[in-house]
DNA sequence: CGGCGGCTTGAAAGGCATCAACATAAGTGG
DNA sequence: CCACTTATGTTGATGCCTTTCAAGCCGCCG
């Protein structure tokens, strides 16, 4: 049995919340969740707490103090932060299944904003409910840490790539993580204008359009809007490897 | 009671292995390590091995598949890759008490080589025991995920940062983790040379050296040879946020 | 239909890398 | 312990990549 908490105002988000009071039927995202079958399990009594942010709605717990978790069930989220010369630098993306707050852990408090890219669903989870999750699930232990640990590796590449190279990447990436099944030949909707791509992978818009024009006309992407078709991943590879 | 296990010939490390087999006195350096009181503690039976590598002997792991973790017990690591150039890049820098393999986890496998920039002595744990040891002691658990936080947060200004500011926040970084306890006024000997320093902040050696004689000129720091002493803290924590 | 945000394309500026030459330190062998 | 060799650090000149600035275009939404 799960237990559904929602408090009818709530201050930290001030959203709509989906989930009814201690329903026992599972929302659809709850089935499709990655973490379903934990939360869902018999035994633990985690209370959880879905929200749905509409696109560019923000959570605002820049400064507070870490106590939850949230799994992205539905849509994409960006944690970033306005600089002192007023630019805005977005740290990390998350996808759906992916969590936001482990950077949160070791500072004892969230350090950026979220917001949403497209209309989101949340699962706010307590940390502390995580850890007891864990301690009754132990094959829940290594399932977190192949997270976090996925998440170490995430956007690396931002490190250490040049204009072109990280563009190949984070096409690649984005599909990896969207649609980790299929690749070549498949149709994806960009999560975000080139604007939020470019805070994220610290290139100026112009260099991200002019690169994403050139992989169009090199035949490595179709790109209409922002419906992007995968067309040759080897040599989107290539390019983010140095050739 | 701990178990310590070795094998005369390890193909894997080809080191020499300081522990003892089924030693009862724990090492000087299981006592300091952060993880001692885990593992010197009573119930958990894990065996761990303890190698020395010497300055600039590696750990070649690269592509082996992922079992172990590595706890810096003593000296410095860094994980590195050469890239299709030829150009050596450092991924991350590991200290004492930090943890080698957590990026391994979730790609099953190690992806780059580990050298040793000065004397350093390793305490290589079975992945599987780590998990054990977690199950076993539950404030362990939220320690780790301390650690694998923190990690997730160690470098990222490397994405965003231009070449001054990384450079004021690497020696901030620096100071951080070898003497989390004092700071101002304090002398620390860098850990590599300026070439290994531009590897990893991604920087011609010859940027690293004029920003660093500019702090100097500026008197943020002291240095001669590699002692550097912080004596404006504040300027480079400003100077790293970009004013 | 008009306004606005997002995308495109060109020209100029700037930051950092590269190249080169030299200075100094560290390591090595006799 | 010294002489030699090699590695590391310093400083200046030049060039390239990416940003910045500017102007125009396109698609979307009211």
Redesign the pocket.
């Known amino acids: 049995m799960i237990y559904k908490f929602h408090r009818l105002k709530d201050n930290e988000l001030k959203r709509r919340i989906l989930m009814q009071k201690l329903s026992k039927t599972p929302l659809p995202t709850c089935v499709q969740c990655s973490f379903g079958s934990f939360c869902l399990d018999g035994e633990a009594k985690i209370s959880t707490v879905q929200y749905e942010l509409k696109k560019k709605e923000t959570l605002n717990i820049s400064n507070e103090k870490f106590r939850n978790l949230y799994i992205v069930q539905k849509g994409a989220l960006k944690s970033y932060e306005i600089d002192l010369n007023g630019n805005e630098i977005i740290h990390e993306l998350f996808f759906k299944n992916e969590i936001y707050g482990y950077e949160a852990i070791y500072k004892g408090s969230y350090l950026f904003s979220c917001a949403a890219l497209s209309d989101t669903v949340l699962c706010k989870v307590k940390y502390e409910d995580f850890l007891k999750l864990i301690q009754e699930h132990p094959r829940f232990l290594s399932y977190s840490f192949n997270l976090m640990s996925r998440q170490l590796n995430t956007a690396s590449y931002l490190k250490y790539l040049?204009?072109?190279q990280k563009v190949a990447a984070f096409i690649l990436d984005v599909f990896n993580r969207l649609l980790p099944d299929k690749k070549e030949g498949e149709k994806l909707l960009?999560p975000c204008?080139?604007?939020q791509i470019?805070y994220y992978l610290?290139?100026?818009?112009?260099?991200?359009?002019?690169i994403?024009?050139q992989f169009k006309q090199d035949g490595h992407i179709a790109?209409h809007?922002?419906q992007v078709t995968l067309l040759n991943a080897n040599a989107l590879e290539a390019i983010s490897k140095g050739f």
């Open positions: 040049n204009a072109q960009l204008s080139y604007q470019g610290r290139l100026a818009t112009e260099t991200v359009s002019r994403l024009s790109i809007h922002k």
